[in-house]
């Protein structure tokens, strides 16, 4: 309720934000939740001069309706990191966007702590999404991805759409495709930044065996010993027999994008331009 409330109030900027008591710490009588300063964008980082309008898939989605905020203490610094997730409105659907680091926000930005929101996820069935493009800025639409169960895998999937341990899936590029127009048709997705997994020890088999049909989101195994210990994920284009022993998820709505990209050919040209995660209501 809360939170629509606020939502709500985002067309009136005299309006009092109705969470401002969760934005502020009980001990300290500080704001936990507030803009950044333009002085506080890092020039190292390649998302600090992009303007938070410009990604998504239309003007409807891409003006934030709100912002997440998660503060971090960062053990190597003395100072907290902040990092903001943008709040869309699609399809009836509210999302919150990747974290991204330095990211200034409107004098009147509406602003929610990160985990307030994020808490509000059932991760046995936690609903993802990614944005794909073509060419590094041509969007191709929206893929929507449900995790099967709460395990090791669909939670470091979901960790890599959100952002919140670190690196997230944006900007990472396609990079496989195998038996192309044959049954078992595949895409793999992830660049060298996902050759290290989040979670250690990743298993196979067992909640991870599912039927080799089209939409199964699986791991990808790599090097010479065919490990499944890293945080890239293959789609499944053409459903073939057999079962996949590393499967965690499988694809909603927006499977075709993922038949497109097959058919272009250049994978190298597709990449996810931006993800996250549906918050439910």
């Not at 005299?14 to 009980?26: H, V």
């Not at 991870?208 to 791991?219: F, L, N, Q, R, V």
């Amino acid at each position: 309720q809360m939170l629509g409330e606020a939502l709500l109030c985002q067309s009136n900027v005299a309006c009092t934000n109705p969470i401002q008591s969760l934005c502020t710490s009980s001990n300290q009588g500080s704001p936990l939740v507030h803009p950044l300063d333009n002085t506080e964008r890092n020039a190292a980082d390649p998302n600090a001069n992009l303007d938070h309008r410009a990604f998504g898939i239309n003007i409807c989605d891409t003006v934030p309706l709100a912002y997440a905020v998660l503060t971090e203490d960062n053990i190597s610094s003395e100072f907290a990191v902040t990092r903001i997730a943008r709040i869309t409105i699609k399809d009836g659907r509210l999302h919150l966007h990747a974290l991204r680091k330095h990211v200034p926000l409107p004098e009147d930005a509406i602003c929610f702590p990160y985990w307030v929101l994020r808490n509000m996820v059932d991760m046995s069935q936690a609903l993802t999404f990614l944005d794909v493009g073509w060419g590094g800025s041509s969007s191709m639409g929206r893929v929507y991805a449900r995790m099967m169960g709460d395990t090791p895998r669909s939670n470091q999937y979901v960790w890599f759409c959100t952002g919140e341990k670190g690196p997230s899936y944006v900007n990472t590029v396609f990079c496989a495709h195998s038996n192309k127009g044959l049954p078992g048709e595949w895409l793999g997705i992830g660049d060298g930044r996902f050759t290290i997994p989040l979670v250690s020890d990743l298993t196979t088999g067992s909640e991870y065996c599912h039927p080799k049909e089209a939409g199964i989101i699986s791991a990808v195994r790599m090097g010479e010993d065919n490990s499944c210990q890293n945080g890239k994920f293959g789609v499944t284009i053409k459903s073939s027999p057999g079962k996949s022993s590393v499967a965690f998820g499988r694809v909603e709505s927006g499977l075709s994008i993922f038949e497109l990209v097959a058919e272009l050919g250049q994978i190298n040209q597709a990449s996810v331009i931006d993800c996250g995660i549906v918050i439910p209501l």
